[in-house]
């Protein structure tokens, strides 16, 4: 995958923790960045857009950055219906788009 | 509400095509794309491509380019992906979604997915 995420990440109830979302030096990447939880069985769900934006209805405890060739997604006062898998999603060049691999979040 | 609403699982053999269908329902169909992603047991979600809901023009990812083909009825806002020669490893899920230009091209709709087994 030409994103790259941790596979795991783990916090307590009401802690905070940053998913990183490695990319390339595509253009794409500096605009198209989006982040999806998937819980499982289920399909994904739309939590970011544009590296930072939230569509209605996303709780503001998830928030998006991005720095250099690295995108994040923050999940702030974690909760136990916050343990799901999340997949950074970018432009990827050549008229493709990618996902990364996935980031396994636990909630301790 | 807004859905898509996907074709039923199905089980094939290798060599077979397998065509799934994504129904769309609560928004103008032709206003947004339709993206196709997988995701084989246990792993991640993988692009396979777009459809353009508006003139039918198509983008694939280069890994099943040549085996898959997306397309679109708008009398029935219906889209379809098909995929021929299948393989075991094209066993996964297959999700459509809408894809909304207005949020950076990403996706804010999904199907519910449709498994398709490879099994001889």
């Known amino acids: 995958s030409a994103l790259t995420q941790p596979p795991s990440a783990s916090g307590s109830p009401g802690q905070s923790i940053t998913i990183s979302c490695t990319g390339t030096s595509d253009v794409g990447f500096d605009t198209y960045v989006s982040w999806y939880q998937q819980h499982p069985g289920k399909a994904p769900k739309l939590m970011i857009y544009e590296v930072n934006k939230r569509p209605s209805g996303v709780p503001d405890r998830f928030s998006g950055s991005k720095s250099g060739n690295t995108a994040s997604l923050t999940v702030s006062g974690l909760r136990a219906e916050d343990e799901a898998e999340y997949f950074c999603s970018s432009y990827t060049g050549s008229n493709n788009w990618g996902f990364g691999g996935g980031t396994k979040l636990t909630v301790l | 509400q807004v859905q898509l609403v996907q074709s039923g699982a199905e089980v094939k053999k290798p060599g077979a095509s397998v065509k799934v269908s994504c129904k769309a329902s609560?928004?103008?169909?032709?206003?947004?794309?339709i993206n196709w992603v997988r995701q084989a047991p246990g792993q991640g979600l993988e692009w396979m491509g777009w459809?353009?809901?508006?003139?039918?023009?198509?983008n694939y990812a280069q890994k099943v380019q040549g085996r898959v083909t997306m397309t679109t009825d708008t009398s029935t806002n219906t889209a379809y992906m098909e995929l021929r020669s299948l393989r075991f490893d094209d066993t996964a899920v297959y999700f459509c979604?809408?894809?909304?230009?207005?949020?950076?091209?990403?996706?804010?709709?999904w199907g519910q997915g449709t498994k398709v087994i490879v099994s001889s």
């Open positions: 459809v353009s809901t508006y003139n039918t023009n198509t």
């Open positions: 609560g928004y103008t169909f032709s206003s947004y794309g």
């Open positions: 979604a809408r894809e909304r230009w207005e949020l950076g091209y990403a996706s804010d709709i």
